[in-house]
């Protein structure tokens, strides 16, 4: 069946400038995860949505970013007043249920360019 | 907090020979699971193969397997007969398998080149 799908692919954004990323997961996929992964890093926990709940936001690096999640079904992870530093690749994750046993599939991603 | 390093920023391996990757982790939990991603330049993150903490046989899945030593919090990958597919950035990561912490935690990652 389908992957995980992101879009865009590629976003490039002047410094300010709000973006949207989207997710779609897999279909039936109750979590959602999104991490960010800046060059040459791992990848950095953001946020998680359990259906459209997201219990811990503590992830998200400032109250510039925000996340929305429509049933278990598309995510969105906005940015706004971007700046330089935020730019990376973000990506998306989903799994059947919330909880380490359960493999997380991820998207292609997109990425972010701040000029 | 969980804490995942691989100390070895970039490896390279000649073609059908054998290369190991390292991994420490550092927790205070007892249950987890480890995982080893693998990300080629398609920026696709690909689950390699995953080990339970509670496991003490070591997973293996094809080519790739794992030396999980719990008390040392070591969580090596072992490839066997690379192949010139197998270059990518490797990722070790780290999950709970308990509580209310679903994150995954990553290394920096470990470039392999495996050249002809």
């Known amino acids: 069946g389908a992957g995980v799908s992101q879009s865009p692919s590629n976003k490039v954004t002047e410094k300010g400038k709000d973006v949207e990323l989207r997710c779609d997961p897999i279909?039936?996929?109750?979590?959602l995860y999104w991490y960010r992964q800046r060059l040459g890093q791992g990848l950095e926990f953001l946020i998680y949505?359990?259906?459209?709940?997201?219990?811990?936001k503590s992830g998200l690096p400032s109250d510039r970013f925000s996340a929305e999640r429509t049933g278990e079904s598309v995510s969105t992870l906005t940015i706004q007043r971007t700046q330089q530093e935020d730019s990376a690749v973000y990506l998306c994750?989903?799994?059947?249920?919330?909880?380490?046993?359960?493999?997380?599939?991820f998207g292609p991603g997109t990425r972010l360019t701040v000029t | 907090a969980q804490t995942v390093t691989q100390s070895q920023p970039e490896m390279s391996v000649q073609e059908a020979e054998t290369v190991t990757l390292s991994c420490t982790y550092d927790?205070?939990?007892?249950?987890?699971?480890l995982f080893w991603y693998k990300q080629p330049p398609s920026r696709q993150m690909i689950l390699v193969i995953r080990?339970?903490?509670?496991?003490?046989q070591n997973a293996t899945e094809n080519r790739f397997s794992v030396n999980f030593q719990k008390a040392a919090k070591s969580f090596s990958l072992k490839i066997s007969d690379s192949q010139l597919g197998d270059t990518a950035m490797y990722f070790c990561?780290?999950?709970?398998?308990?509580?209310?912490?679903?994150?995954?935690?990553f290394g920096k990652g470990t470039l392999l080149t495996v050249n002809p």
């Open positions: 994750a989903s799994s059947p249920w919330l909880g380490g046993g359960w493999e997380q599939y």
């Open positions: 927790t205070s939990e007892n249950n987890y699971y």
């Open positions: 279909s039936g996929h109750t979590a």
């Open positions: 990561a780290f999950i709970s398998s308990g509580g209310s912490n679903y994150k995954l935690t």
């Open positions: 949505f359990q259906g459209n709940s997201a219990p811990d």
């Open positions: 080990q339970e903490a509670y496991k003490q």
